[in-house]
Structures are given as structure tokens and as C-alpha cells.
């Protein structure tokens, strides 16, 4: 089994900065790729950004030059720093571990609440 979870979220105020980290363990024998997703209330959950085994990115439009997505291979970690964060950013993020071995399977974590606001 493969056991995600997520930690950093919490409440911060518009402009202000969080880290969200995501670690990846169990039976993993290799990683298509990593990523975040988000659901703010009454929408659907949508990808913030994901990075490939060979370091490509992939960023939604209304994160691109705020949020950076980031690992450490070593410890099957995935990062999300998130900067001039805005109550629009505000919502119940999600990591999301594609592993490879002979097919692609992936795992998701429970979810970390991103509250922006005064």
C-alpha cells in the first residue's frame, strides 16, 4: 500500500505566504509524477500544478508566478509553496501520487485546508 499525506495548510492572511509538503510511503517501487490539486467549496476539484519524473511542470493559470511546485526525490516528497496568496486561493488542497510499475496507479491524500483571509 501507498499512504499520502499532506501538512502545512492553515489560515493566513491575503498576501501571505504557506508551504504545503506531501509525503509519499509504503510499497513504491517508482513515480510517474506528483502533484496538487485543489476543490473550493461548491466547485470541482481542479489541478494547481504537477510535476513529471523528469522535472516537468504543469501550473493552472491562475496560480502561474505565485505558486512553485518543488520535491525531493529522496524522500518522495512534494512541495507547494504558495506566495501573494488570495481568498480566491482558498480551498481544501489535495496531493495526488502516481506510482509506475506496470501500470500507473495513483493515491490521493485527505486533503489540507488552505483558509485565506483577514
Known amino acids: 500500500q501507498v499512504q499520502v499525506v499532506e501538512s502545512g495548510g492553515g489560515l493566513v492572511q491575503p498576501g501571505g505566504s504557506l508551504r504545503l509538503s506531501c509525503a509519499a510511503s509504503?510499497?513504491?517501487?517508482?513515480?510517474?509524477?506528483m502533484g496538487w490539486y485543489r476543490r473550493a467549496p461548491g466547485k470541482q476539484r481542479d489541478l494547481v500544478a504537477r510535476?513529471?519524473?523528469?522535472?516537468?511542470?504543469t501550473y493552472a493559470d491562475s496560480v502561474k508566478g505565485r505558486f512553485t511546485i518543488s520535491r525531493d526525490n529522496a524522500k518522495n516528497t512534494v512541495y507547494l509553496q504558495m506566495n501573494s496568496l488570495k481568498p480566491e486561493d482558498t480551498a481544501v488542497y489535495y496531493c495526488?501520487?502516481?506510482?509506475?510499475?506496470?501500470?500507473?496507479?495513483?493515491?490521493w491524500g485527505q486533503g489540507t485546508q488552505v483558509t485565506v483571509s483577514s
Open positions: 510535476m513529471t519524473s523528469g522535472g516537468i511542470t
Open positions: 509504503g510499497n513504491i517501487n517508482s513515480i510517474n509524477d
Open positions: 495526488n501520487i502516481r506510482t509506475l510499475y506496470r501500470t500507473i496507479i495513483g493515491y
